[in-house]
């Protein structure tokens, strides 16, 4: 018999015309039999499955909820106060050194030293158009020839973020909640690094309640709504020596 090669088939799901050859087959007891459905809608409806199933292992699978965690502190880079003559706001800040930035460290209370002209001083704070408070340093970058000092600016949340907080998604984490909302507050304990998502549910929560507890912000971080795009369950498992993990 000759087949036209124009046969069309409605499918149930999109409601599209489609040709025959793309309407999907299903095999039962090795028969084979045209289902209802397009063969597009069909791995659509496979892929949501398996996203859904990964999900839910993801929600009861502890060892991939995430905590809030601080970063050690290596002695060797901590600055010896003594010499430095600069007072402590409080009895736990240490200042730590900023590798990337010219003779510069950064306290947990968010307070930026220099070493200029053999004494130390304060880094002078500046407020951006966002509120944040930002420090002008020289940081250490490649030309294309060469390494230069070449003066930036950058958020104080940023610096404390990265020397003494565990941040889980550096790439995402483009935004911090500062407790109680007050972006002058970048002592680390009151920092929390969040993707734009997270940050802004935080944010409606907190205008809304005045809660921003950690139990709370913690609860934002887990909760699979609030992840970046592009983000795979399935590759957050720590699968790697029960450490390591794909990401996304
Ligand atoms: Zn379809």
Same mark, same amino acid.
């Given at each position: 018999?000759n %087949?036209?090669?124009?046969?069309t088939?409605?499918?149930?799901k999109?409601?599209?015309q489609?040709?025959?050859?793309q309407?999907?087959? @299903?095999v039962?007891?090795g =028969?084979? +039999?045209?289902?209802?459905?397009?063969?597009?809608?069909?791995n659509?409806h496979r892929?949501?499955?398996?996203? *859904?199933a990964?999900?839910?292992?993801f929600m =009861?699978?502890?060892? $991939?909820?995430?905590?809030?965690? &601080?970063?050690?502190i290596?002695?060797?880079?901590?600055l010896a $106060? *003594?010499?430095?003559?600069? !007072?402590l #706001?409080a009895? !736990?800040?240490v200042?730590v050194?900023l590798l990337?930035?010219?003779?510069?460290?950064?306290?947990?209370y968010g @307070?930026?030293?220099s070493? &200029?002209?053999?004494?130390?001083?304060?880094?002078?704070?500046k /407020?951006?158009?966002?509120?944040e408070?930002?420090?002008?340093?020289?940081?250490?970058?490649?030309?294309? @020839?060469?390494?230069?000092w070449?003066k930036?600016?950058? *958020?104080?949340?940023k610096? =404390?973020?990265? *020397?003494?907080? /565990?941040?889980h998604?550096?790439?995402?984490? #483009?935004c911090c909640?500062?407790k109680?909302?007050?972006? !002058?507050?970048?002592? &680390? +304990?009151h920092?929390?690094?969040?993707? %734009?998502? %997270?940050?802004?549910a935080?944010?409606?929560y907190?205008e809304e309640?005045?809660?921003d507890?950690e139990?709370? #912000?913690?609860?934002i971080m887990?909760?699979?709504?609030?992840?970046?795009?592009?983000? !795979?369950?399935?590759?957050m498992?720590?699968?790697?020596f029960g450490i390591?993990?794909l990401?996304?």
């Amino acid at each position: 018999m000759n %087949q036209s090669n124009n046969e069309t088939k409605l499918c149930k799901k999109c409601g599209k015309q489609v040709p025959l050859n793309q309407i999907n087959v @299903r095999v039962n007891k090795g =028969v084979r +039999r045209q289902s209802n459905i397009c063969k597009d809608c069909y791995n659509a409806h496979r892929r949501q499955k398996r996203r *859904e199933a990964n999900i839910r292992k993801f929600m =009861v699978d502890d060892s $991939m909820k995430l905590q809030i965690h &601080y970063k050690e502190i290596h002695p060797a880079h901590i600055l010896a $106060m *003594e010499q430095s003559g600069i !007072e402590l #706001i409080a009895e !736990e800040e240490v200042f730590v050194k900023l590798l990337d930035y010219k003779d510069s460290w950064i306290s947990n209370y968010g @307070r930026a030293v220099s070493y &200029y002209n053999g004494r130390y001083s304060f880094t002078r704070k500046k /407020v951006n158009k966002d509120g944040e408070i930002c420090y002008q340093l020289s940081r250490n970058v490649f030309d294309g @020839r060469n390494w230069v000092w070449k003066k930036q600016v950058i *958020e104080a949340w940023k610096l =404390v973020v990265k *020397e003494f907080i /565990v941040n889980h998604d550096i790439a995402n984490n #483009i935004c911090c909640w500062h407790k109680g909302n007050n972006k !002058e507050d970048t002592y &680390y +304990r009151h920092l929390y690094p969040l993707n %734009q998502y %997270q940050y802004d549910a935080v944010r409606r929560y907190y205008e809304e309640t005045r809660d921003d507890s950690e139990a709370y #912000i913690l609860d934002i971080m887990n909760s699979v709504n609030y992840r970046p795009d592009g983000w !795979e369950p399935s590759h957050m498992r720590k699968s790697m020596f029960g450490i390591g993990y794909l990401g996304c």
